[in-house]
C-alpha cells in the first residue's frame, strides 16, 4: 500500500475519534464475516490503546472486555483488565466478568518484533495459540473468534488446529492493514461443542435409526449419525465431520 494510503487510513481514525487506525481493520473483519451482531459479549484480547474496543462497542452495543499487558484508557460502557492472555489467572478474570461466557472472542496482540522474520513468526504462533486456548474457554459453543498472526512455515499447522475447533476457517488481509505485512486474520466461526472432536474415535451404541437411513448414537447428548449401523449395535466409530448441533461417524473395522 502506498504511504499516502497509509496516512489515509491514520488520518481518518484520528478524524472519526478512533484511538488506533487498526479500527478500520476490525470494522472491514466484522463486515465480510459478520462477525460481531447487535447485543453480543465481545472480549478483546491484547486491545490496547482500544481502537478496536470502540468498534466493537459500536457494533455489538452489549458487554465489552477488553486485556492487555498496558492499561487500557477508560472507555464508556467498556470494562478493562491489565494482565497477561497466556496465563490461567487473567482467564478466570474475564470469566468472572462474562459468566454466561462470549460470543466474540478477538486477537489483535502482537509480540514485540525482533526484525528476525522467523523468531517472530514463532513467537506470533505462540501468542495466536494462547489467544485460541483462551478463546475456547470464554465463548459459547457456536461462537466467532478473529485472530491476528504473522505468516510463516507454521501458519497452515495453525490453521489446520483453528479448524478443529471451528464450523468454518478462513484467513482474511483487510484493506487497512498495512501492506507489504506479514500480517493475516484467521476467523473462526461457529465453535464446535467441546464432546465431540474431528478425527476422534468413539466407542457408541446406536440407539436409533435416523430417517435417512443412518444409525444415531449420543456422545453425552450429542448426536452422531453413523452410515450403515444398526439399533442396538455397540461400536467404535472414528468422527469425519462435525456440525455445530451434530456430527458424522465411520465404522471403524
Ligand atoms: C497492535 S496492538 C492492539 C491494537 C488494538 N487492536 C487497537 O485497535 O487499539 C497489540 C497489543 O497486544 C498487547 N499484547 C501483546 N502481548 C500480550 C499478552 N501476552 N497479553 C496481553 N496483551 C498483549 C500489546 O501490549 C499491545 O497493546
Same mark, same amino acid.
Given at each position: ?32 464475516? =459478520?462477525?460481531?451482531?447487535?447485543? =453480543? ?33 477508560? /472507555?464508556?460502557?467498556?470494562?478493562? /483488565? ?29 509480540? =514485540? ?85 474431528? =478425527? ?38 472414528? /468422527? ?14
Amino acid at each position: 500500500m502506498p504511504r499516502d494510503r497509509r496516512d489515509y487510513f491514520y488520518r481518518k481514525a484520528r478524524k472519526e475519534g478512533y484511538r488506533s487506525r487498526a479500527a478500520f481493520k476490525l470494522k472491514q473483519i466484522s463486515e465480510k464475516f =459478520n462477525l460481531i451482531k447487535k447485543g =453480543n459479549t465481545v472480549v478483546d484480547l491484547g486491545a490496547a490503546p482500544g481502537g478496536w474496543l470502540q468498534v466493537a462497542k459500536e457494533l455489538s452495543g452489549g458487554k465489552v472486555v477488553g486485556v492487555d499487558l498496558l492499561q487500557i484508557e477508560e /472507555i464508556e460502557g467498556v470494562e478493562t /483488565i491489565k494482565g497477561d492472555i497466556r496465563l490461567d489467572a487473567t482467564v478466570e478474570k474475564i470469566r468472572e466478568k462474562i459468566k454466561e461466557g462470549a460470543d466474540v472472542v478477538l486477537c489483535d496482540a502482537a509480540p =514485540n518484533l525482533s526484525g528476525n522474520w522467523s523468531y517472530d513468526h514463532a513467537r506470533s504462533i505462540d501468542l495466536a495459540s494462547s489467544a485460541l486456548e483462551c478463546a475456547r474457554k470464554i465463548l459459547k459453543t457456536g461462537g466467532g473468534f478473529a485472530v491476528k498472526v504473522f505468516q510463516g512455515d507454521m501458519f497452515p499447522g495453525y490453521l489446520d488446529e483453528m479448524r478443529t475447533y471451528f464450523a468454518k476457517v478462513q484467513a482474511f488481509s483487510p484493506e487497512a492493514s498495512r501492506k507489504p505485512s506479514a500480517e493475516i486474520y484467521v476467523i473462526g466461526r461457529d465453535l464446535l461443542p467441546e464432546v465431540v472432536r474431528l =478425527n476422534q474415535e468413539y466407542q457408541v451404541v446406536i440407539e436409533d435409526v435416523g430417517a435417512g437411513g443412518d444409525g444415531i448414537a449420543r456422545i453425552e447428548d450429542f448426536v452422531v449419525f453413523v452410515k450403515g449401523a444398526i439399533k442396538g449395535e455397540k461400536l467404535r466409530i472414528r /468422527i469425519r465431520s462435525v456440525k455445530p448441533n451434530f456430527a458424522f461417524g465411520e465404522k471403524i473395522e
